[in-house]
């Protein structure tokens, strides 16, 4: 068995190594340096001690990325008590079913959120606190209300010749034990809670040091646009980040291309870690059009010309990322292939990793100079990866793992937890994908997105999705199964549509529908192209809420 040093231990370290140095800043905003986040830490952790919180014990966190935010998770972190990070985008009832299903004692919320909450839906919370100034909300206990009314005469009486850093020691945690409940956003039902202990906080963090460290320096800067109550952003950005002495924006609006466009010609990132809807409307918004004009086309054709051609457009689309970073990770989902293709077709630094929430997340990635065309990467150090087929590198099937990573199970629901962990401890993804004899991993599918055609065949739909998304006017689709028939809902690209009627829209989507079906087999061709006039509800990590759209 691996010998795991203390997660805490990292926090510790990256803060008493990096005193001075600029960590955490709300874009535009404010700025906290190391040692003031190990005094913000150890205010918080005056404030529970003296309010009767003890290890172990539940602390909600729910609110938009800011540095508060990470102080507070890190204040959680470093006490010994359990985080609930909880994603934003929730309605108050899913933040209230939450909060009470893991026995929070305390939720910390940021001023977006607070506006959707009604405290008295989440009776046994002893107190919320606002996040972003840490003022008490509502207090059920005298003990917190005295405890934050004293809380500086407490800091100071404790340590009357000021708060230095070796003042700074953190709760020794161990492997097993529990770090965090990730409430996943789920597309069916009420989600569940994923229980994970420290050694996958701490298999993660040491992963992405161990490749990425010798690139990503301390002191460089990173731009936290994911959220970080999902794990993806969590760790690739936040706790890698943090852990690493890095200095971390958080983009603390809501990101739009504009916004995050400026914000990354304003930081400048040396990692880029994003989803695939974000770096798609950089592309098909920003570059496309410049580059898809009949001079463009022509130049790119001719050999001589052709190099220096994508060289310039390579250091253009590396500007567009702010110019100095080493890679662009994508994960969360499937990248549109047209997108993947153009920027491997100019060595733009691209990787794609795959993984879960109960793996915290990581499954596989690779460094973008292993990337293989339509891979996800290869697996993650100390953990296990293998395809349940009888060809993996041919016939796909679905992927399991086992490892340091993997969560200790879903909260208060050992029946769900028994349906996704076997017997020899492997997690099954309910994912579908092959493997190269190289280990590069190829996703195929979700099971249960998996269509059954008219013969028993198989259909993936996120295949038939991809090629529809890179035709006209089409902004994201969703195939779903009527009958024995395959339909496909589109929303258009509401840039482009005013421009035309609504029977000339029509008639470009069967034209799509026709090449389409074209290049498809018989059993997975589309019948017909529904419009469909919003954008279609996502999950926080912007995955479509398949499930919405199957029975309209």
């Not at 404030?47 to 014990?57: F, P």
């Not at 060289?311 to 567009?320: K, M, P, T």
């Not at 990337?371 to 016939?395: N, Q, W, Y």
Request: with cysteine; hydrophobic share 40%.
């Amino acid at each position: 068995m691996e010998q795991f040093s203390s997660f805490n231990a990292y926090i510790q370290k990256a803060i008493t190594e990096n005193w001075d140095q600029d960590a955490l800043t709300d874009y535009q905003g404010i700025t906290l340096q190391f040692h003031d986040v190990a005094r913000k830490i150890e205010k918080l952790h005056i404030l529970l001690e003296n309010s009767g919180i003890k290890a172990g014990d539940k602390i909600a966190i729910c609110g938009r990325n800011s540095a508060h935010w990470a102080v507070s998770f890190l204040g959680t972190l470093t006490y010994g008590a359990v985080a609930v990070p909880i994603l934003h985008e929730f309605n108050g009832e899913q933040i209230h079913n939450i909060v009470n299903h893991s026995g929070a004692k305390i939720l910390f919320i940021g001023d977006y959120a607070v506006k959707t909450i009604n405290p008295e839906a989440m009776p046994q919370l002893e107190a919320i606190i606002n996040i972003p100034d840490f003022s008490l909300l509502i207090s059920r206990s005298e003990s917190i209300t005295y405890a934050r009314e004293h809380l500086n005469m407490m800091f100071g009486s404790k340590y009357p010749k000021a708060f230095r850093k070796e003042h700074v020691h953190y709760y020794e945690d161990s492997a097993e034990e529990l770090a965090l409940i990730n409430y996943t956003s789920g597309t069916t039902g009420f989600s569940k809670g994923v229980m994970l202990p420290y050694r996958a906080l701490w298999g993660n963090v040491e992963f992405i040091i161990d490749r990425l460290g010798r690139q990503v320096h301390p002191g460089d800067n990173l731009l936290s646009i994911l959220p970080m109550a999902h794990m993806y952003g969590m760790a690739v950005e936040f706790l890698f980040g943090f852990c690493h002495g890095c200095h971390l924006f958080f983009l603390t609006r809501l990101p739009s291309p504009a916004i995050i466009a400026q914000a990354f010609a304003d930081v400048k990132p040396t990692l880029i870690v994003t989803v695939p809807l974000i770096i798609e409307k950089i592309i098909r918004k920003r570059v496309f059009p410049k580059i898809q004009n009949n001079r463009m086309r022509l130049l790119l054709q001719m050999p001589v010309v052709s190099k220096k051609v994508k060289e310039r457009i390579c250091q253009e689309v590396y500007n567009a990322f702010g110019g100095r970073a080493y890679e662009v990770i994508v994960g969360g989902a499937a990248l549109s292939k047209e997108v993947e293709e153009f920027l491997l077709s100019i060595n733009f630094p691209l990787t794609v990793g795959y993984g879960t929430t109960e793996c915290a997340p990581l499954i596989t990635y690779c460094d973008y100079k292993d990337f293989v065309a339509g891979c996800c990467g290869t697996p993650v150090d100390r953990m296990e990866v293998k395809i349940l087929s009888s060809d993996p590198e041919h016939i796909p099937g679905e992927i399991v793992t086992r490892g340091t990573n993997v969560m200790l199970g879903y909260y208060l629901n050992d029946e769900a937890t028994r349906q996704v962990i076997d017997d020899e401890g492997y997690y099954h993804t309910g994912d579908l994908g092959t493997m190269a004899s190289t280990g590069h991993l190829f996703i195929r599918g979700r099971i249960k997105n998996m269509l059954l055609g008219a013969n028993g065949q198989n259909v993936y739909p996120e295949e038939i999705e991809d090629k529809l998304n890179s035709m006209a006017m089409v902004s994201e689709s969703v195939v779903v199964q009527r009958g024995e028939k395959l339909v496909a809902l589109v929303h258009p690209d509401k840039d482009e549509i005013v421009n035309f009627s609504q029977q000339e829209l029509e008639d470009i989507m069967e034209q799509n529908r026709q090449e389409l079906n074209a290049v498809l087999p018989v059993y997975s061709r589309i019948s017909t192209i529904e419009l469909h006039e919003e954008e279609f509800a996502k999950t926080p990590k912007k995955s479509i809420k398949r499930y919405l759209y199957q029975n309209n």
